[in-house]
């Protein structure tokens, strides 16, 4: 008996080697230089303590004299892209051939199981081709400029909230965790801007919308371990037939229900808002058409991001699926631009100098508005503060990998490469955004990086902190704005200081999801004078 169990679990062990390791040889055999793979997790055993981004980073350091190289996650081939030019074919100028992010067959593995795994398989970052062109086209209007000025007054009341929260802190002359402040803004901000619902983020210690939002983007290595196990030839069809829900239940079924019943409830009102929820609900009309326009094309990143996608149509998204894209904005939205914020208050302590900069042209904004948050216009015209948000996410991209699927065979422009239908290509910003070659002071907090003149003399495609083309983040536009006003509204009053509870250097938390980094960040911070 138990021989017979030993020689089936060793089959099975025999099995899932050669699924693994059967194509280990696929770059030494074109020429192109690799890092080496190993069973079971490939080129980067993400176990082992270290973050994914971290790990990939160091390759694309050590190639980083090449266009190119290739990696295996687990058994598959990925070409790692260090060439700018090749990213803008991959990104914009043949978008059509990489449209997908994940495989279709890879994203139901990666969620394979019950109804509340299955929510995550229709986020608007998962789903592919043709569904997902409909999914984004239908999305795109919620975040035109007109539609940001209608959400400002939201963003700037929980702008209201966030400078009470600081003014405490400054009070207790204590340092603080800046992500555990500005994470509840972001929150906060999202929900009453999309679904007019408030987080009590700030009211309640308790706020289920903060605990549920961050646990999301926590990861164990058990649950890494989980989510490599679905790769397993097999285990995501026993996950399918058992219904099982594994990824984030708790929190999943807490932000479906929150959204689902805002839409029930706008339904029965027959009121309109015009806001996140409205425009799900005209996403799921049979009668609805596509706003595809823009009334605020500002440069060739916006012009890149369109979709030429010609379904006008919107009739066919069934509720869930809009659910799910709702779900996926405000959750990931809280956590990148809570990120975003709290690594500027960090560079802020840090830098005074470039803080006493940006907190003059606050102060002239203001002045020139009568000592009121200036309006629309005026947030988006600010130099300084937009150049300092955006070193900001140089320096600290929330997301450093990034992939794409072939959707056909590729020739890359250049090389006598040919990407066959399936395969992957990967680039990773943490380190475009530090290569000497695109910007003069890579390892510093510098703002100049982002002048009108900097930005001219370099290839825009050496910056990636929101990818670029159409699959760029969909919602770009309102994580700006809402970092503006966040800034405006806090620098206005106060300045960060260093506190000494941050683990220098900084080292990206293994468990997150995204690029946080371990200990968190720490400052404390003064009121200016004359307030």
């Keep these: 008996m138990w021989l017979e169990i030993l020689l089936v679990l060793l089959s099975l062990f025999l099995v899932l080697y050669r699924v693994v390791t059967k194509s280990f040889g696929k770059w030494k055999s074109l020429g192109i230089p690799y890092s080496a793979g190993s069973f079971p997790f490939g080129s980067y055993n993400f176990l082992g303590g270290k973050h994914l981004d971290a790990l990939s980073a160091e390759d694309h350091e050590r190639f980083a004299s090449e266009k190119y190289f290739g990696w295996f996650l687990l058994g598959k081939p990925v070409l790692g892209i260090n060439d700018v030019n090749m990213l803008r074919h991959i990104e914009v100028k043949d978008f059509d051939h990489f449209v997908d992010r994940l495989s279709k067959e890879n994203n139901e593995k990666q969620f394979a ?82 679904f007019g619902v408030d987080g009590e983020s700030f009211t309640n210690e308790n706020s289920v919308f903060v605990k549920n939002a961050a646990a999301i983007f926590s990861n164990s290595n058990l649950e890494l371990l989980g989510v490599a196990l679905k790769f397993v030839p097999g285990v995501p069809q026993i996950l399918n037939f058992l219904k099982v829900n594994d990824f984030k239940p708790k929190e999943t079924r807490f932000f479906r229900d929150v959204i689902l019943q805002t839409i029930k409830a706008r339904k029965a009102s027959k009121e309109r808002k015009n806001d996140l929820v409205d425009l799900m609900l005209d996403c799921i009309k049979d009668d609805a058409q596509v706003d ?39 959750v990931a939205g809280y956590d990148t ?31 020139e508005s009568d000592g009121e948050m200036p309006d629309y216009s005026v947030i988006q015209s600010l130099p300084y503060l937009d150049m300092v948000i955006h070193e900001t996410l140089r320096v ?68 990636q902190a929101f990818g670029q083309g159409p699959r760029a983040c969909i919602g770009m536009r309102f994580a700006l704005l809402e970092a503006k006003v966040a800034v405006l509204s806090v620098l206005r009053k106060y300045s960060f200081m260093p506190g000494t509870k941050t683990i220098e250097p900084l080292v990206i938390d293994a468990e997150s999801q995204l690029a946080w980094v371990k200990g968190g960040l720490w400052a404390r911070v003064e009121m200016r004078d004359g307030f």
Aim: hydrophobic share 35%.
């Design 292 to 330: 595809d326009g823009d009334d605020e094309i500002a440069d060739q990143y916006e012009k890149d991001m369109k979709l030429n996608h010609s379904k006008k149509s919107k009739n066919n998204l069934d509720e869930m699926t809009v659910v799910a894209t709702a779900m996926v904005l405000l």
């Design 113 to 194: 199981g019950g109804d509340l795994n299955k929510i995550w398989t229709l986020q608007l970052t998962s789903i592919t081709g043709d569904a997902w062109k409909d999914v984004r086209q239908a999305f795109t209007p919620i975040f035109t400029s007109g539609k940001m000025k209608g959400m400002l007054k939201f963003i700037k009341h929980t702008a209201g909230d966030l400078t009470k929260e600081i003014d405490m802190k400054a009070q207790k002359g204590e340092e603080f965790e800046l992500k555990d402040t500005f994470g509840k803004f972001s929150l906060d901000a999202l929900a009453s801007s999309a």
């Design 337 to 367: 631009t809570g990120m975003t914020l709290s690594f500027l208050a960090y560079e802020m302590s840090k830098n005074p100098e470039v803080q006493k900069k940006l907190q003059e042209e606050i102060d002239q904004a203001y002045d």
């Design 396 to 463: 600290h991209s929330p997301v450093g990998v990034n992939s794409r699927v072939a959707a056909k065979d590729y020739s890359i422009p250049g090389t006598d490469i040919v990407l066959k239908t399936g395969d992957m290509v990967s680039w990773n910003a943490r380190t475009l955004h530090r290569n000497p070659e695109h910007w003069s002071n890579p390892t510093e907090f510098y703002p100049e990086h982002f002048s009108k003149e900097a930005k001219a003399n370099r290839n825009p495609y050496a910056f």
